[in-house]
C-alpha cells in the first residue's frame, strides 16, 4: 500500500518560512520523480517544484529564489523549504510521486498553508 504523508504546514506571517515534509512508503522512492503542487481556491492543481531521482530540480517561476525542494533517499523523504512566503502562497500542497513511462503516480493528502497577517 502506498502512502505520501505530508507535513509542516500551518499559518504563517508574509515574509515567513516553513518547511513541508512527504514521508513516502510502498515504493522505491529512489526511482520516483517527486513532486510538490498547490491548489489555491477556485484555481487548478499547479506544479510548485519537482525532483528526479538524480537530484535535478525544477520550479515553477512564481517561487523561483524563494523555494527549495531537496530528497533525502535514505529516510524515503521529500522536503520543500518555502522562505519570504506571500499571501499569494496560501494554498493546500500536494506531494506527488511519479514513475516516468510505467503509469505509477500517487498523491498524498495534501497539508494547507496559510500566509496571512
Known amino acids: 500500500q502506498v502512502q505520501l504523508v505530508e507535513s509542516g504546514g500551518g499559518l504563517v506571517q508574509p515574509g515567513g518560512s516553513l518547511r513541508l515534509s512527504c514521508a513516502a512508503s510502498g515504493i522505491i522512492f529512489r526511482f520516483y520523480v517527486m513532486g510538490w503542487y498547490r491548489q489555491a481556491p477556485g484555481k487548478q492543481r499547479e506544479l510548485v517544484a519537482d525532483?528526479?531521482?538524480?537530484?535535478?530540480?525544477n520550479y515553477a517561476d512564481s517561487v523561483k529564489g524563494r523555494f527549495t525542494i531537496s530528497r533525502d533517499n535514505a529516510k524515503n523523504t521529500v522536503y520543500l523549504q518555502m522562505n519570504s512566503l506571500k499571501p499569494e502562497d496560501t494554498a493546500v500542497y500536494y506531494c506527488n510521486a511519479d514513475l516516468p513511462n510505467f503509469s505509477a503516480e500517487y498523491w498524498g493528502q495534501g497539508t494547507q498553508v496559510t500566509v496571512s497577517s
Open positions: 525532483i528526479t531521482s538524480g537530484g535535478t530540480t
